[in-house]
């Protein structure tokens, strides 16, 4: 879907009070074949009320009574088939008019409140992309230099290609906090390391409410997270001890 949406012109947000049920998104000419992975809706993503440690499955009520009236929310161009496979609590969603003709599509615009709005283009991302290892950059960008690209958890084979996650080791992650706590230290200062550890910590926490919100049980994603969690634990662990020396 990524090369289908370099041929679009879509708004990135719109106010929340004024949406209108389906949007007009022109697609520009090309000489080439078109891609056949177009979108089929546009979700327009708002946070939900709840607690931080009890997740929310989306509902269209939660969306009326998230934010203010007079928010913007941000759009993301979205396929039905890829929501439907790694997504079971999302609400049903209105059916798609497709393609009008070659110049434009029409999207059902789709009213969505999730646990952390902030977060979302996370999971937006790798739900379309499959990505574990931009995923985890992502989470911890300080890192993404030391991390291993994707092709180095892949083999002839995608049916039998190793997780992501296998080639992290014990070691691997401690080498990874005791990076990231460094970084932090660098960019901070002393004194803000412990701030600047918790800011990962806010961004895990929000993209694992989103993933429980809408029921996302795929491995790679959760071993992500996981690694990203510990990762980070570490790291506050290291920083505290060196405030307390």
Same mark, same amino acid.
Request: hydrophobic content about 45%; aromatic content about 4%; glycine content about 4%.
């Given at each position: ?69 007079? =928010?913007?929310?941000? &759009?993301?161009? %979205? *396929? /039905? !088939?890829?929501?439907? #496979?790694?997504?079971?609590?999302? @609400? +049903? ?76 080791? =014990?070691?691997?992650? &401690?080498?990874? %906090? *005791? /990076? !990231?706590?460094?970084? #932090?230290?660098?960019?901070?200062? @002393? +004194? ?54």
């Amino acid at each position: 879907m990524r090369s289908a949406l370099q041929l679009l012109t879509y708004p990135t947000s719109l106010p929340k009070a004024h949406l209108p049920p389906t949007l007009d998104v022109p697609v520009r000419p090309t000489a080439s074949s078109p891609p056949r992975a177009f979108p089929t809706h546009m979700l327009a993503v708002s946070s939900s009320k709840g607690s931080p440690s009890q997740p929310n499955t989306p509902t269209a009520a939660s969306f009326l009574a998230s934010n203010s009236p007079t =928010s913007t929310v941000p &759009l993301f161009p %979205a *396929h /039905a !088939l890829v929501l439907a #496979a790694y997504c079971p609590l999302l @609400p +049903q969603l209105p059916r798609s008019a497709g393609q009008r003709g070659n110049a434009a599509l029409s999207l059902p615009l789709v009213p969505l409140a999730v646990p952390s709005a902030e977060t979302f283009h996370l999971l937006h991302a790798y739900l379309h992309t499959r990505r574990p290892d931009t995923l985890l950059a992502a989470l911890l960008p300080a890192l993404a230099q030391h991390l291993p690209p994707a092709h180095a958890a892949s083999s002839s084979s995608a049916a039998h290609a190793r997780p992501y996650v296998s080639h992290f080791s =014990s070691d691997s992650l &401690l080498r990874l %906090a *005791h /990076a !990231l706590a460094s970084s #932090a230290t660098a960019r901070a200062g @002393p +004194q803000g390391t412990l701030g600047g550890l918790m800011a990962h910590v806010k961004v895990i926490n929000g993209l694992w409410r989103n993933v429980c919100a809408l029921g996302v049980s795929d491995a790679e994603l959760w071993g992500v997270m996981d690694i990203a969690w510990e990762v980070v634990l570490v790291a506050l662990t290291r920083a505290a001890e060196r405030e307390r020396a």
